[in-house]
């Protein structure tokens, strides 16, 4: 199984690019480190989601005022946040298995905004590199079908975050 990763960002495509640059801040992430990371955690996943050969995943890192947009726009909330997932496959829906075996599947679209990314990293005292995995952990639970409607979903799918980051080596310390 491998995931193909399209990393893009507001002001550039350089997605080969060693960090990207979002505004003044440096992402500390290459785009073949997404790409680890997202195999990493399909293969973890694995049970979660229709069996492929390959999986595609579009990642934009943006800043606040484009996530704002695309959050007033979709999501009628005129205010910046943190991500955004766009799911490509219904929950529950079947996919045809000789799809499954020609093509790669397409999960969807994460948007993270990478301001709010810094600032929520400053808060929470972890480096930009953790709330960037984090946050990029949570867009892909997102776009697998999961959801956080009340408290215990969200402990759930926070938890399960905690897992995926361990699995790629960043240690997280949450309370729930």
């Keep these: 199984m491998q995931v193909e990763v399209?990393?893009?960002?507001?002001?550039?495509?350089?997605?080969?690019?060693?960090?990207?640059k979002i505004g003044d801040i440096y992402t500390p992430i290459t785009a073949q480190t997404w790409k680890n990371w997202f195999n990493c955690w399909l293969e973890k996943l694995q049970q979660n989601i229709p069996p492929a050969a390959n999986y595609e995943i579009g990642l934009r890192l943006t800043n606040d005022s484009e996530i704002q947009e695309l959050n007033a726009q979709y999501r009628h909330q005129d205010k910046p946040t943190d991500v955004l997932s766009f799911a490509a496959l219904e929950v529950d829906s079947p996919v045809p298995s000789e799809m499954l075996a020609s093509m790669p599947l397409y999960l969807g679209d994460i948007v993270i905004s990478v301001d709010t990314a810094q600032q929520q990293a400053q808060k929470q005292g972890h480096t930009l590199l953790t709330e960037l995995a984090w946050l990029a952990s949570h867009g892909l639970l997102h776009l697998l079908g999961w959801d956080h409607p009340d408290e215990e979903s969200l402990e759930r799918m926070l938890k399960q975050q905690v897992i995926l980051l361990n699995f790629i080596g960043i240690s997280i310390d949450i309370e729930f």
Aim: proline residues 0%; glycine residues 0%; contains cysteine.
């Design 6 to 20: 399209y990393v893009e960002d507001y002001l550039c495509e350089s997605s080969q690019a060693e960090s990207i």
